[in-house]
């Protein structure tokens, strides 16, 4: 079993940066691909990006490469996204998700926290 809280959301202007953290209980944390999702107002909860086990592949939707990255650390069971050049649009709650394979499919992911908000200003 593994428990994850996301941390880190809040209200940041357009152009700015944040950096959310996902910490997970459980020893088997470092055998989990580890996902980030988002649902914004209204919408689907989408794919944002994932990283294999190891942090050794790493998968980016379209809407975000090149502006968002993901990282983790095993010996401190947590994964992190960093947002850069945040635009209005990405106003959303985000999600991070542990799973067995890395997939782009909410289904494919077991394991969900609960939630951070981050708010884009223009």
């Known amino acids: 079993q593994v428990q994850l809280v996301e941390s880190g959301g809040g209200l940041v202007q357009a152009g700015g940066s944040l950096r959310l953290s996902c910490a997970a209980s459980?020893?088997?944390?470092?055998?989990?691909?580890m996902g980030w999702f988002r649902q914004g107002p209204g919408k689907e909860r989408e794919f944002v990006g994932d990283i294999s086990w190891n942090g050794g592949s790493t998968d980016y939707a379209d809407s975000v490469k090149g502006r968002f990255t993901i990282s983790r650390d095993n010996a401190k069971n947590t994964v992190f996204l960093q947002m850069n050049s945040l635009k209005p649009e990405v106003t959303a709650v985000y999600y991070c998700?542990?799973?067995?394979?890395?997939?782009?499919?909410?289904?494919?992911?077991?394991?969900w926290g609960q939630g951070t908000q981050v708010t884009v200003s223009s």
């Open positions: 459980g020893r088997t944390f470092s055998s989990y691909a």
């Open positions: 998700a542990g799973g067995v394979f890395l997939s782009r499919l909410r289904e494919q992911y077991t394991y």
